[in-house]
């Protein structure tokens, strides 16, 4: 069996990226090339939440933390996350989501929500 003659294309690396280009979206690539919201926020803040999640089948961790104000509306979100582009990017996207929303509408959001504006195979929802 050969390999079709635009292998090289496909699997071709491009310097700024350490993500071949070819198996994400471009939504993932955006995301994960300039993540939106990367820190911390004062945990010694009132108003901050923090919460810890990993996935042991693959690796990924992610802090995801928000601010909210005296009405319960999130006002600022941070992230760190130790994995793959696409837990990166889908950490990226979630911050600018539930920014602006109450609790109880980012607690509405759900990862099939994300996957579906990043275009993520199903082997990607943990």
């Not at 690539?29 to 108003?47: C, I």
């Not at 923090?50 to 042991?56: D, H, I, K, S």
């Not at 509306?73 to 602006?100: Q, R």
């Amino acid at each position: 069996m050969s390999l079709p003659r635009n292998i090289g294309t496909l699997l071709k690396v491009s310097r700024a990226r350490s993500v071949p280009a070819a198996l994400y979206h471009q939504n993932v690539l955006e995301h994960y090339e300039n993540p939106r919201n990367v820190g911390s926020l004062d945990k010694k803040d009132k108003n901050v939440g923090t919460g810890l999640v990993g996935a042991p089948a693959c690796g990924d961790v992610m802090k995801l933390q928000i601010k909210v104000d005296e009405n319960g509306k999130i006002i600022d979100a941070k992230f760190k996350t130790f994995g793959c582009g696409s837990a990166i990017a889908s950490s990226s996207l979630a911050t600018e989501w539930v920014k602006g929303k109450t609790l109880d509408q980012a607690g509405q959001l759900k990862n099939t929500d994300i996957a579906k504006e990043l275009s993520l195979p199903p082997v990607k929802l943990h």
